[in-house]
Nanobody
Framework: QVQLVESGGGLVQAGGSLRLSCAAS????????MGWYRQAPGKQRELVAV???????NYADAVTGRFTISRDNAKKMVYLQMNSLKPEDTAVYYC???????????????WGQGTQVAVSS
């Protein structure tokens, strides 16, 4: 079993900062891409940032220059540093990882349970 657990969400004023963390645990042979998505009320889930193993990082236009994704491969963790937060950043933020659980197994996508970020104006 693979689990992803997010933490670090909360309520912050516009212009403030938050740092989200996501820890992967369980039967894991290797982790390919790790990233963050978000879903605001009444909207579809959208990509925020993704960091493939050894590849280039990709950010949504709406967060470029304000958010930074990073990984600690040894700890199987991914982080999202969010600066200059805006009310439109309010959403549930989900961690996603593409994981190979064991040798010769195909990779699969796993999601965390989500963490709420609320930005007040």
């Amino acid at each position: 079993q693979v689990q992803l657990v997010e933490s670090g969400g909360g309520l912050v004023q516009a212009g403030g900062s938050l740092r989200l963390s996501c820890a992967a645990s369980g039967t894991i042979k290797s982790i390919n891409a790790m990233g963050w998505y978000r879903q605001a009320p009444g909207k579809q889930r959208e990509l925020v940032a993704v960091m493939p193993t050894g590849g280039s990082t990709n950010y949504a236009d709406a967060v470029t220059g304000r958010f930074t994704i990073s990984r600690d491969n040894a700890k199987k963790m991914v982080y999202l540093q969010m600066n200059s937060l805006k009310p439109e950043d309010t959403a549930v933020y989900y961690c996603k990882a593409t994981i190979v659980p064991r040798t010769l197994s195909p990779s699969s996508d796993y999601w965390g349970q989500g963490t709420q970020v609320a930005v007040s104006s």
